[in-house]
């Protein structure tokens, strides 16, 4: 039987352990209550209520605008429909960097209001002293590096991160050191798939990649991403798993058709 199976609860003990004995983790991001309901029940070993809700359920081109708040809300909505599944949130952009005393407060928040079990943090170095107080408060800590997207201006593209070797040593060391301060587990964003397994196979901790190669000890997607949701993107990393957006399409068309007939409600469907 599998690690996932045998667990009642996916806890960052349980990850450790897929990684130990080579079983892969599935991490989808939810950002709802019947989505999460939905993912939680399939099977999906951790659910990330990511920052990417800006872009997906806002609209807003970057994840720059979520808020503290906003987070909170949506974690609040995923974790009432979870029962297995270990949901970690991000920290949203400018609730942490440069201030740890700020990040603590931040991530106590998240904890608190919302009941998730883990909070997300983008950077390396950089971030080290709010890893650290976070971390001291019990709160799991979740890294991300290579394409961080709270960083877009800086680097100015959404290109491949870490091909040139400086910057493939940075994000190795980086990886070591978010391991060593105590991170349970690190995502590596948009990174080549060479570099995704050296880090993966150097590390204690699980990593999930999302567009890192199939080296990483799991995988993440953004939910409507791979259930073909939203359809205007279209990275080489992304697998589409349905075409949603033509499904609902299609249903949509036919309700209107059916009111405007006077099909719908029949006699059956009125009391
Ligand atoms: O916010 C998000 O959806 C993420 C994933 C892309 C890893 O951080």
Redesign the pocket.
């Known amino acids: 039987m599998s690690i996932h199976s045998q667990a009642k609860k996916i806890t960052t003990h349980v990850l450790r352990e897929m990684k130990e004995k080579g079983e892969k983790i599935a991490m989808l991001?939810a950002y709802d209550f019947s989505m999460a309901g939905i993912l939680d029940r399939a099977g999906i070993d951790i659910l990330?209520v990511?920052?990417?809700?800006s872009n997906v359920m806002a609209g807003h081109e970057t994840?720059l605008p979520v808020t503290l708040d906003q987070m909170i809300y949506h974690a609040q909505s995923v974790v009432r429909a979870v029962e297995k599944a270990l949901v970690v949130v991000?920290l949203p952009f400018g609730s942490y960097q440069g201030n740890s005393t700020k990040a603590l407060a931040s991530a106590i928040a998240i904890m608190k209001e919302s009941g998730a079990h883990a909070v997300?943090m983008e950077g390396g170095a950089e971030i080290k002293e709010s890893v650290i107080r976070i971390l001291s408060a019990g709160i799991p800590v979740m890294g991300?590096l290579g394409l961080t997207?709270q960083s877009i201006y800086k680097f100015g593209t959404y290109a491949v991160r870490a091909k040139e070797e400086e910057e493939a040593e940075k994000l190795k060391a980086e990886a070591l050191l978010l391991e060593n301060l105590g991170c349970f587990c690190i995502?590596l964003?948009k990174i080549p798939a060479k570099l995704g397994e050296e880090v993966s196979k150097s590390l204690k901790i699980p990593t999930?990649g999302?567009g890192a190669g199939s080296g990483t000890d799991g995988q993440?997607l953004?939910m409507h991403d791979m259930l073909g949701i939203s359809t205007d993107f279209h990275p080489r990393f992304l697998r589409r798993y349905h075409n949603l957006s033509e499904e609902i399409d299609k249903a949509v068309k036919q309700y209107i058709i059916d009111v405007r007939s006077g099909d719908f409600p029949n006699e059956k469907e009125q009391y």
Do not use: C, F, N
Request: charged residues 25%.
């Open positions: 991001t990330l990511g920052d990417s809700a994840t991000d997300k991300h997207p995502v964003e999930i999302i993440v953004v």
